[in-house]
């Protein structure tokens, strides 16, 4: 499956529970076809960021072993 801005409306949105919700600092995320990962604002949910599960998973060990 072709991931298309058609795609992402109808996605599964999930709030990370990293999210702060005191100012609406709300990241939210979405799996998708063949391991892809969606990222977006929930304040702007528009927009969104899509990566391959490989790129993703780089992204979160980084992010966890402090390299971000």
């Known amino acids: 499956m072709t ?6 409306p109808t996605a599964d949105w999930f709030k990370s529970s990293y999210s702060n919700d005191d100012n609406g600092q709300c990241v939210e995320g979405a799996h998708l076809p ?3 990962m969606a990222v977006r604002d ?17 992204f979160v060990h980084a992010l966890a072993d402090g390299e971000l």
């Open 42 to 58: 929930s304040k702007n949910p528009g927009p969104a960021f899509v990566l391959t599960g490989g790129a993703w998973n780089t």
């Open 3 to 8: 991931i298309t801005a058609r795609t992402l």
């Open 34 to 36: 063949g391991g892809t």
